[in-house]
Structures are given as C-alpha cells and as structure tokens.
C-alpha cells in the first residue's frame, strides 16, 4: 500500500507554496551524495541498487525523482517520485508509469526534463539545470534541477535519470 503525505511528519512545513533555502538547495545535497556514491563505487558502477530506492520514504528523498530514460526521451517514464516533488508539480502521489512523462509534468518545465534528461543519457554525467519559467497568475517560478545517469549494473545500456529538483515563486521585478 502507497504512503499517504500525511505519514511523513517530517513534511510539515515543507507545503507553503514558498519554498524554503533548504528545497533551493536539493540539487547541490544530490550531487554531493551521487559525489559519495561514486568514490564508494565509482562513477561507472552507480546503479539502481546504490542509490538506495528503499529509502524513498525518507526525508532525502522527498524532492526527488528517477525516470526510466528512453533512448526517444519524449518516451520517458517517472518511475519515483518524493511527496514534495509531486506536490511541488501537481502530480499524484504515485507516478503513472503506462504515461510518458511529459503528459505528466506541467507544461512549463517539459521542455526542462527533456533537456536534462537528453544531457544526461548523452553524456552520461551529471546534468545541472536552473533557470526560471512563466507562471500564469505573472510571477515567476526558479528553478534547479539535477539529472544524474544510473544504470541497472555497470556499464549498462538502460539508463535512469536521477535527480533532485526545487522551485520557488517571485514577483517580477
């Protein structure tokens, strides 16, 4: 049975529609874990097991996201997903992973996720995204994303798309 957002105590706080310093920087805590990760394994050995997917439940893991990669990346799937990253995109606590992702995620960040998630099948690296979209009620939304590229084993032709992704809403200047 999938966890309900009301099971994580730790989320309190977290669902302004602002976001605090600590989201802003969800991007810059993966990339120092995927840092750890490599050093442990190394860069080519990263899979699906040494992320640690159980812990998906975890506060960690909260803007967090991994998408099967499709070599057509508009064919992509949100496989994982943290309750503050559905949340934060409006989407359900629980992907649907018979759609592409890109008739999931809010038209504004699309082309976002392609892009990433292109960079990081081609050059099979971190790839870190920010910038700052258009919203409809005229505010502005920034945002920073990371895509890190994880195999099912080593040197593996599947790719995922790991990732941490953050926003927050300002009036335009």
Same mark, same amino acid.
């Given at each position: 049975?999938?966890?309900?957002?009301?099971?994580?105590?730790?989320?309190?706080?977290?669902?302004?529609?602002?976001?605090?310093?600590?989201?802003?920087?969800?991007?810059?805590?993966?990339?120092?874990?995927?840092?750890?990760?490599? =050093?442990?394994?190394?860069?080519?050995?990263?899979?699906?097991?040494?992320?640690?997917?159980?812990?998906?439940?975890?506060?960690?893991?909260?803007?967090?996201?991994?998408?099967?990669?499709?070599?057509?990346?508009?064919?992509?799937?949100?496989?994982?997903?943290?309750?503050?990253?559905?949340?934060?995109?409006?989407? !359900?606590?629980? !992907?649907?992973?018979?759609? !592409?992702?890109?008739? =999931?995620?809010?038209?504004?960040?699309?082309?976002?996720?392609?892009?990433?998630?292109?960079?990081?099948?081609?050059?099979?690296?971190?790839?870190?995204?920010?910038?700052?979209?258009?919203?409809?009620?005229?505010?502005?939304? =920034?945002?920073?994303?990371?895509?890190?590229?994880?195999?099912?084993?080593?040197?593996?032709?599947?790719?995922?798309?790991?990732?941490?992704?953050?926003?927050?809403?300002?009036?335009? !200047?």
């Amino acid at each position: 049975m999938a966890a309900e957002t009301s099971d994580f105590s730790w989320i309190e706080g977290w669902e302004t529609a602002e976001s605090s310093g600590r989201d802003r920087r969800e991007a810059e805590r993966l990339l120092a874990y995927w840092e750890r990760k490599a =050093q442990e394994f190394g860069e080519e050995n990263i899979t699906i097991a040494s992320i640690d997917i159980g812990n998906m439940n975890t506060r960690e893991w909260s803007n967090r996201f991994l998408i099967s990669v499709d070599p057509v990346v508009e064919r992509s799937a949100l496989l994982l997903y943290g309750p503050r990253f559905a949340k934060t995109l409006s989407l !359900p606590e629980q !992907p649907r992973m018979d759609l !592409p992702m890109m008739r =999931q995620l809010p038209n504004r960040y699309a082309s976002v996720f392609l892009q990433g998630c292109g960079e990081a099948l081609r050059q099979m690296q971190a790839v870190r995204l920010e910038g700052e979209v258009e919203r409809y009620d005229d505010r502005l939304e =920034q945002y920073r994303v990371v895509f890190v590229p994880v195999g099912v084993k080593p040197n593996s032709l599947t790719c995922f798309a790991f990732g941490a992704f953050s926003n927050r809403v300002i009036d335009r !200047p």
